[in-house]
């Protein structure tokens, strides 16, 4: 598989779009800290979130740009440490920089109480349900790499784009609902998160063994390198893994028995009114 130049990392427009895209991401975040700022000097911002969201957006760059970019076309160690920063690494540092909170405490009372109902809508809390994110997060690396679907997305630089967007989407859902600093209306309890957690890491330990094994695999590249990519997935899945169990245990605060519209004014939301509270967590 040899994508055409410039649309497998290795220059051109792709890679300049890319670079403009995390830039843009950057100095968004950035911007938005200012606002916080402004609008309430009293709370700040913390600086290790603003940290996190910078170290997000460069190993994004790692992933996503030469070198390794143009040698993920070409060999599964390079499309596997891919996998890995842009699915587990790069969404667990930017869930960490808390995102939403920052959002709500940047935006206009209106706008903010828009997000808060958003979060409130039965989609985003389908979304956040266990379920859901483990099968869009762990569930899709079966249908991926066991059926024709990885060799036709690797054909078709349309394919391989939407394979990154993939992984960046449901690596940041599942960092979100595990691990995430920001409040949510249907996050699940600390024991549901820790078995969800489990179940994942399980999971991609088997998904690795029957890779390495060649078990109904279907990945058009070399042994080795599929035998080394499963090894890839296996060691630097399990490392990703204790980060986001880490981050559990970092973000998580105790529950308290409070109404909830105090605990959505608490944590940044907003309580049903849709009004918009500080966060206590900095």
């Known amino acids: 598989m040899h994508p055409a130049s410039g649309q497998d990392g290795t220059g051109g427009p ?3 779009l890319t670079v403009l895209v995390l830039l843009a991401a950057a100095a968004g975040y950035l911007l938005a800290v200012r ?16 940290l996190s969201f910078l170290t997000g957006t460069a190993l994004l760059a790692v992933a996503l740009l030469p070198p390794l970019a143009p040698a993920a076309h070409t060999d599964f160690r390079g499309h596997m440490t891919q996998h890995l ?27 903010a109480r828009q997000v808060t109902a958003l979060l409130h809508s039965p989609p985003a809390r389908l979304l956040a349900h266990p379920a859901v994110v483990l ?5 899709s690396l079966v249908l ?7 060799n036709t997305a690797m054909a078709h630089p349309a394919g391989h784009g939407l394979m990154h967007a993939h992984f960046l989407a449901s690596g940041f859902l599942f960092a979100y609902v595990v691990a995430g600093p920001d409040p949510a209306p249907a996050r699940p309890g600390v024991r549901a998160r820790l078995v969800c957690l489990g179940i994942a890491i399980a999971a991609h330990a088997l998904i690795a ?43 998580w605060r105790p529950e308290r028995r409070t109404p909830r519209a105090t605990r959505w004014a608490e944590g940044g939301i907003g309580g049903p009114a849709g009004t918009v509270g500080p966060s206590p967590v900095r």
């Open 209 to 251: 063994q029957a890779m390495y094994g060649g078990f109904f695999v279907d990945i058009h590249a070399p042994i080795d390198q599929v035998q080394q990519g499963a090894e890839i997935m296996y060691y630097g899945g399990d490392i990703a893994e204790l980060l986001l169990a880490a981050a559990l245990v970092a973000t």
């Open 135 to 139: 099968t869009l997060s762990t569930g």
């Open 14 to 16: 792709a890679t300049v």
């Open 85 to 111: 920063l842009i699915g587990m690494y790069a969404p667990t540092a930017l869930v960490l920089a808390a995102p939403v909170t920052l959002l709500l405490r940047a935006l206009p009372p209106a706008r």
């Open 144 to 150: 991926l790499y066991f059926t024709p679907l990885y």
């Open 35 to 50: 606002r916080a700022r402004r609008r309430n000097p009293a709370q700040g911002w913390s600086r290790t979130r603003t």
